[in-house]
């Protein structure tokens, strides 16, 4: 029997409105899963095909911010989870 995948929240600040939204995803999820669950849970009408989603720097980590890839899944990065 598989073993059912955890599910992560992930706060999310979307640039283009100004929002903060807080949504879940299974950690296998892929990245373009992804923005396209973002772009219709937060009613984005506009063309955001070349947007993506960035991972900000953490000061109290020192880790540097970047871009998920479009060819991974959430599972795939080291996010902090909790914050």
């Known amino acids: 029997m598989a073993k059912d995948p955890k599910v992560v929240t992930i706060k999310f600040s979307i640039q283009l409105t100004g929002a903060k939204k807080a949504f879940q995803f299974p950690e296998n999820t892929p990245i373009p899963e992804v923005v396209k669950q973002l772009r219709e849970k937060a009613n984005i009408q506009v063309d955001t095909n ?3 989603l960035f991972v900000p720097s ?3 980590t020192a880790k540097r911010g970047f871009w998920m890839t479009k060819d991974r899944i959430i599972k795939n990065y080291a996010l902090d989870y909790e914050n």
């Open 50 to 52: 070349d947007h993506g």
């Open 58 to 60: 953490n000061p109290l």
